[in-house]
Nanobody, 116 residues
Framework: QVQLVESGGGLVQAGGSLRLSCAAS????????MGWYRQAPGKQRELVAT????????NYADSVKGRFTLSRDNAKNTVYLQMNSLKPEDTAVYYC?????????WGQGTQVTVSS
C-alpha cells in the first residue's frame, strides 16, 4: 500500500539544526496533507506543523514558529522538517503524517535529542 520512512533524527546541542525527512513509497496518487507531530516521554503527541495542498498557509505550533520549516519535494514524494535553533524542549520522537490518496499514514518515528 503506502509506506513512510523517516530519517534525519539524532543528537545535537542546543542551538543546532536538524533536517527530518519522510519518504513515501507505494501506491501514491497524491499527497494532500502533510504534517509533523512529536511526542516526548510522559506527554501526549502534539502537532508541530501541517499543511494542506488546498491551503497556501502552513500551520505551526507556537513553540516552533520561526524555528521550524515544513517543505516537500514532489518529485521524490518526500516531506521535510527543517529544525533550527533547537532547544532541549524539542527533544521527542518525531512522526510524519501524510494524507495519501484518501488515507492518513504515519511514519515509524525518529528520535531527536537536544542536549543543553
Amino acid at each position: 500500500q503506502v509506506q513512510l520512512v523517516e530519517s534525519g533524527g539524532g543528537l545535537v546541542q542546543a542551538g543546532g539544526s536538524l533536517r527530518l525527512s519522510c519518504a513515501a513509497s507505494g501506491n501514491i496518487f497524491s499527497i494532500n496533507v502533510m504534517g509533523w507531530y512529536r511526542q516526548a516521554p510522559g506527554k501526549q503527541r502534539e502537532l508541530v506543523a501541517t499543511k494542506s495542498s488546498f491551503d497556501i498557509n502552513t500551520n505551526y505550533a507556537d513553540s516552533v514558529k520561526g524555528r521550524f520549516t515544513l517543505s516537500r519535494d514532489n518529485a521524490k514524494n518526500t516531506v521535510y522538517l527543517q529544525m533550527n535553533s533547537l532547544k532541549p524542549e524539542d527533544t521527542a520522537v518525531y512522526y510524519c503524517n501524510l494524507l495519501v490518496s484518501g488515507r492518513y499514514y504515519w511514519g515509524q518515528g525518529t528520535q531527536v535529542t537536544v542536549s543543553s
